[in-house]
């Protein structure tokens, strides 16, 4: 059995407040995803949902636990390993979708792939192709082996979303990429392979 893409092991995350009191956004939190599975998040606002996420991309760091990503325990790496290990490795779909308004949709997907010095020709091949499958994204173009997205339907409507996440989805599930998702949706959670739910800080999981 191939070790798992992502796993968090006793995970938490604590924050202090200006007034100096702690907030624990994360509770040991344990779990882990394997290549081509995806896994939907659920939970009310503040609940932990975003904080799991940006420890998972290693833009965060636990307070005590391990985060462990393609074998290497992120909080144990600098921070420019672990800006590279996300640039190659890690895809983020958010929201909003953070364009850059002076440049054309196919530039904008080229962006992560350029930043890479990935070869122009190959990459702009891909980036014809993504768009040509709704435009969808930026953040697969580059084959990450983890896709994260926090609500990656939030600006659409319900069937125009469930289309979207069903496409990108397939893309990574083809490409052998794990997928964890945060979605306030139950119906959009349902796509999943299985669903993880955020309580104060406690992670939940269910099949």
Same mark, same amino acid.
């Given at each position: 059995?191939?070790?798992?893409?992502?796993?968090?092991?006793?995970?938490?995350?604590?924050?202090? #407040? /200006?007034?100096?009191? $702690? &907030?624990?956004?994360?509770?040991? =939190?344990?779990?882990?995803?394997? @290549?081509? %599975?995806?896994? !939907?998040?659920?939970?009310?606002?503040?609940?932990?949902?975003?904080?799991?996420?940006?420890?998972?991309?290693?833009?965060?760091?636990?307070?005590?636990?391990?985060?462990?990503?393609?074998?290497?325990?992120?909080?144990?790496?600098?921070?420019?390993?672990?800006?590279?290990?996300?640039?190659?490795?890690?895809?983020?779909?958010?929201?909003?979708?953070?364009?850059?308004?002076?440049? #054309? /949709?196919?530039?904008? $997907? &080229?962006?992560?792939?350029?930043? =890479?010095?990935?070869?122009?020709? @190959?990459? %702009?091949?891909? !980036?014809?192709?993504?768009?040509?499958?709704?435009?969808?994204?930026?953040?697969?173009?580059?084959?990450?082996?983890?896709?994260?997205?926090?609500?990656?339907?939030?600006?659409?409507?319900?069937?125009?979303?469930?289309?979207?996440?069903?496409?990108?989805?397939?893309?990574?599930?083809?490409?052998?990429?794990?997928?964890?998702?945060?979605?306030?949706?139950?119906?959009?959670?349902?796509? /999943?392979?299985?669903?993880?739910?955020?309580?104060?800080?406690?992670?939940?999981?269910?099949?």
């Amino acid at each position: 059995m191939s070790p798992p893409i992502l796993a968090f092991r006793g995970v938490s995350r604590d924050y202090r #407040s /200006a007034g100096g009191a $702690v &907030l624990r956004a994360l509770r040991g =939190a344990t779990g882990e995803l394997g @290549a081509g %599975e995806v896994v !939907a998040v659920t939970g009310r606002s503040g609940s932990g949902k975003s904080t799991l996420l940006h420890l998972a991309a290693g833009i965060d760091t636990p307070t005590s636990g391990e985060v462990i990503l393609l074998g290497r325990p992120l909080a144990a790496l600098s921070d420019g390993e672990r800006t590279r290990l996300r640039r190659d490795h890690v895809g983020l779909v958010f929201q909003f979708f953070h364009l850059l308004p002076h440049l #054309s /949709a196919l530039e904008n $997907v &080229l962006v992560p792939a350029l930043v =890479a010095g990935d070869p122009a020709d @190959a990459a %702009e091949e891909r !980036a014809r192709d993504l768009l040509a499958r709704v435009g969808l994204c930026r953040a697969i173009l580059r084959r990450p082996r983890l896709l994260l997205a926090d609500e990656p339907t939030g600006n659409l409507d319900e069937e125009t979303g469930r289309a979207v996440l069903e496409l990108m989805l397939a893309l990574a599930r083809g490409e052998g990429s794990a997928v964890l998702f945060v979605t306030h949706s139950a119906e959009l959670a349902r796509v /999943a392979d299985a669903v993880w739910t955020m309580h104060s800080g406690v992670l939940e999981r269910a099949a």
